[in-house]
């Protein structure tokens, strides 16, 4: 599976379509994900967002089989028990480092030489719903797009700078959520606070 993930990659890369790449790793056993990544409106939709510099592969567990496969869309038959463990696996053979994962997660990275040159794993929290959970994915999709879209052409070979604006973008949209949680689990205790005083 890494190698014909590493070969698409860099095919993509040297015919110019894609300046950096991203592997959505979810749970199947997750009802509202795995909806969610079997309609093809939503598979579409995600396709559309990443526009032409970005490319996601749609990894699936390989627990639950699919009918329909696309071209980004493969599927990974874990050998050890634990799916974590077997995605882990994968994530080892790509990346040559033992990660461990908490679903879903947005594996970003760049090839070069056929290997992974950079990469960010970033996790997404889930979404109990396939609409809350495409919403999600389709935010961190946008703003990966949006960090790569101003690059030029004359620009294509500075991989590191290119992977430092996705990394950036990346890391800021995470901040934002963290904020938003925290602003909303101050809220009650501010109310409350205000309800005390008067």
């Known amino acids: 599976m890494a190698k014909a993930l590493l070969e698409k990659a860099h095919t993509h890369a040297a015919e110019g379509h894609a300046l950096v790449f991203a592997i959505l790793l979810y749970d199947e056993r ?16 995600l396709h559309r967002v990443s526009g032409d510099r970005v490319v996601v592969f749609i990894i699936r567990d390989g627990i639950s089989r699919s009918s329909k496969k696309d071209v980004n869309q493969d599927s990974y ?8 463990q077997s995605f882990s696996g994968l ?20 090839v070069q030489n056929m290997e992974v040159s950079e990469f960010l794993i970033a996790e997404m929290g889930g979404g ?13 999709v946008e703003r990966l797009t949006y ?11 500075n991989g590191q ?9 990346i890391e800021s949209l995470q901040w934002e959520i963290r904020i938003l949680k925290l602003g909303g689990l101050l809220r009650p205790i501010i109310s409350a606070l205000r309800k005390g005083i008067t």
Not at 93 to 105: G, N, T, V
């Open 91 to 110: 994530l080892l053979e790509l990346c040559k480092q033992r990660i461990d994962l908490r679903y879903p997660a947005l594996l970003i990275f760049q």
């Open 147 to 157: 960090a790569v879209s101003a690059v030029s052409p004359e620009n294509f070979e």
């Open 128 to 140: 109990e719903t396939a609409e809350e959970f495409f919403l999600k994915a389709k935010k961190y």
């Open 161 to 169: 700078e290119i992977f430092a604006l996705a990394e950036g973008e």
């Open 77 to 84: 038959t874990p050998s050890a028990a634990s799916l974590n």
């Open 30 to 45: 997750t009802p509202g994900t795995r909806k969610a990544l079997r309609d093809r409106d939503y598979v579409d939709a």
